[in-house]
């Protein structure tokens, strides 16, 4: 079965950078993470999870949504078959919980979570002086 382990998370001054990981394993044989779209979400305290990037499968096309104003970069490893989310500029409403989802499929992605159905664990990010 598909699973997903997110790691990289932690406590990060306000201005900091922080690289989130998400590793997948479990693939049937034949089946490969270049078949499918990769987001990355978050969820704050009382708040709804957002998308924060998803990099679409073959093509590899990312999209963010604009809030972001360019401080966030989802990268992905098909060989390693990692996907990273590359952090910059933290600020203290970045504070959530991080997890990362897939979608096996094609075309382009998006960052909505109905979209995709296999997610990990997550992972706490803290931005706080």
């Known amino acids: 079965q598909l699973q997903l382990v997110e790691s990289g998370g932690g406590l990060v001054q306000p201005g900091g950078d922080l690289r989130l990981s998400c590793a997948a394993s479990?693939?049937?044989?034949?089946?490969?993470?270049?078949?499918?779209?990769i987001g990355w979400f978050r969820q704050a305290p009382g708040k709804e999870r957002e998308g924060v990037a998803c990099i679409s499968s073959t093509q590899h096309t990312t999209y963010y949504p604009l809030f972001l104003q360019g401080r966030f970069t989802i990268i992905r490893d098909d060989a390693e078959k990692t996907v990273y989310l590359q952090m910059r500029r933290l600020k203290p409403e970045d504070t959530a919980v991080y997890y990362c989802?897939?979608?096996?499929?094609?075309?382009?992605?998006?960052?909505?979570?109905?979209?995709?159905?296999?997610w990990g664990q997550g992972t706490q990010v803290t931005v706080s002086s």
């Open positions: 479990g693939f049937t044989s034949g089946d490969t993470l270049d078949y499918y779209h």
């Open positions: 989802a897939v979608q096996r499929t094609w075309g382009g992605c998006r960052y909505v979570a109905d979209d995709y159905d296999h």
